[in-house]
C-alpha cells in the first residue's frame, strides 16, 4: 500500500467510529413528534414573551398619560406622540419577530452555499428594517417633547432631533448586535468559508 | 405523504445523520438536540422532496444546513437517545483503535465548518458531482477545495506522527 491509499484509508477509517446503534422506527417517530410539540411550545413562548413586553410598556406609556394629565395639556400631548411612538417601535419589534420566524423556516433541501446566503441576506434585510422602523419611531416620539416647548427655535429643535436619532441609531444598533450580531457573524464567516 | 412512508426511505440512511452530529457537535447534550433538530428538519422538509433525486443527497442537504446553523436551543435529554447519550465523548474517541485514525478524526473536528463538510462528503465516497450539488459549489472548485484540505491534513498529520511525544 503505497502513502497515498494508506492516507485515504486512515481517513475512511477515522469516520467509522461514530457509527452508533441505529434507532428505530418507533423512536424516531416519537422524537420527531416531541419535537415538534417542543417547538411549538417554544415558539409560543417566544410570541408570548414579545406580546407581554409590548403590552406592559403600552400600559406603562398609557399610565404615565393618565398620571401626568393633570400637570397639563402640554405634557398629556407629547405623552401622547410618545405613545403613537411607543405602538409603531413595538409593531417594528413585532415585525423583526414575524420575519425571523420565516427565516427559521427557510428550505433546508437547498445547496448549503445558496441557504447559507439566503439566510444571511434575508437577516441582514430584517434587522436593517427593524433598525430603521425603531430609529424613526424612537426619535419621532421623542422630538414631540419639543414641539410645544416654548422659546426652543425651529434650528434647535431639529439639532436636538437629529442628536437623538443618531443616539437612538446607536442603541438600536447595539441592541440588534447583542442579540443577533454573533449569529451574523458565524454565518458571515461561514460564508468566507464557503467563497 | 404519511410518516411511515418518510421513515421507510430515511431509516436505512440514518448513519447519514449520526456522522454530521458527530462531526458537528461536541458534547452528548448539542449531539441529542442536534440529532433531534435534524429529524425534525428532514420531516418538515419531507413534502418538498423530489424523487427524482436521491435520497441520501437530500438528507446531507437538510442535515448539513441544519447543522451548520446549529445553536443549542435546549439541554433537555430525550430518553429515546440513550444509545449516543450514554456515550461521552472520551468513549468515542475510543472506538478509533488506530492513533493515526484518532488524531486523523481530531483533525477533521478541528476543520473550520464548511472544511469539515467536504471532507465528511468525500470520506463517504460521494462524487464531485453530487458533493457540487450538496453544497452549492462548482464540481472544480469541490475538486481544488478537497485537494487542499487533504493536503493539509497529509502534512499536520506527518508532523504530528514524526513529533515525539
Known amino acids: ?195 | 405523504m404519511g410518516k411511515a412512508e418518510f421513515l421507510q426511505l430515511t431509516m436505512p440512511h440514518q448513519g447519514i445523520i449520526y456522522k454530521v452530529v458527530n462531526i458537528y457537535a461536541d458534547n452528548k447534550e448539542d449531539k441529542d438536540d442536534l440529532l433531534q433538530e435534524i429529524w425534525l428538519q428532514l420531516w418538515l422538509s419531507y413534502p418538498r422532496f423530489k424523487a427524482a433525486s436521491r435520497i441520501s443527497t437530500w438528507m446531507y442537504q437538510v442535515a448539513l444546513n441544519t447543522a451548520l446553523t446549529y445553536t443549542r436551543k435546549s439541554a433537555t435529554r430525550n430518553r429515546h437517545l440513550r444509545t449516543i447519550a450514554a456515550e461521552p465523548v472520551i468513549e468515542e474517541d475510543k472506538q478509533v483503535r488506530h492513533e493515526q485514525e484518532r488524531i486523523l478524526w481530531e483533525m477533521i473536528r478541528s476543520l473550520p465548518k464548511a472544511e469539515k463538510a467536504l471532507i465528511l462528503l468525500y470520506i463517504e465516497g460521494i462524487s464531485y458531482r453530487e458533493i457540487a450539488e450538496i453544497t452549492g459549489e462548482s464540481e472544480s472548485n469541490v475538486g481544488v477545495k478537497l485537494n487542499r484540505i487533504k493536503q493539509k491534513m497529509k502534512h499536520n498529520l506527518n508532523t504530528t506522527t514524526k513529533t515525539p511525544q
Do not use: C
Not at chain 1, 25 to 34: F, G, H, L, P, Y
Not at chain 1, 47 to 76: C, D, K, M, P, Q
Not at chain 1, 92 to 118: A, H, M, N, P, T
Open chain 1, 1 to 195: 500500500m503505497n502513502m497515498h491509499d494508506d492516507f485515504e484509508s486512515l481517513l475512511k477509517g477515522a469516520v467509522t467510529h461514530g457509527s452508533e446503534e441505529a434507532l428505530s422506527e418507533q423512536a424516531v417517530s416519537t422524537i420527531i413528534d416531541e419535537r415538534l410539540i417542543k417547538s411549538r411550545n417554544r415558539l409560543r413562548t417566544a410570541f408570548r414573551n414579545e406580546i407581554v413586553i409590548i403590552a406592559a410598556t403600552l400600559l406603562a406609556i398609557i399610565y404615565l398619560v393618565i398620571r401626568t394629565s393633570r400637570y397639563g395639556h402640554l405634557i398629556n400631548n407629547a405623552l401622547r406622540m410618545a405613545l403613537i411612538g411607543g405602538i409603531v417601535y413595538l409593531a417594528g419589534s413585532i415585525v423583526l419577530f414575524f420575519r425571523l420566524l420565516r427565516i427559521s423556516r427557510l428550505q433546508k433541501d437547498v445547496g448549503v452555499k445558496g441557504y447559507l446566503k439566503e439566510m444571511y441576506t434575508r437577516t441582514e434585510k430584517a434587522l436593517l428594517l427593524y433598525l430603521w422602523i425603531s430609529t424613526i419611531a424612537a426619535t419621532g416620539a421623542l422630538s414631540t417633547l419639543f414641539t410645544d416647548s416654548p422659546g426652543t427655535g425651529w434650528y434647535m429643535m431639529a439639532l436636538y432631533t437629529l442628536l437623538m436619532g443618531v443616539g437612538m441609531y446607536y442603541i438600536n444598533r447595539w441592541y440588534t448586535n447583542k442579540r443577533f450580531g454573533r449569529k451574523m457573524k458565524d454565518l458571515k464567516m461561514l460564508l468566507a468559508e464557503f467563497d
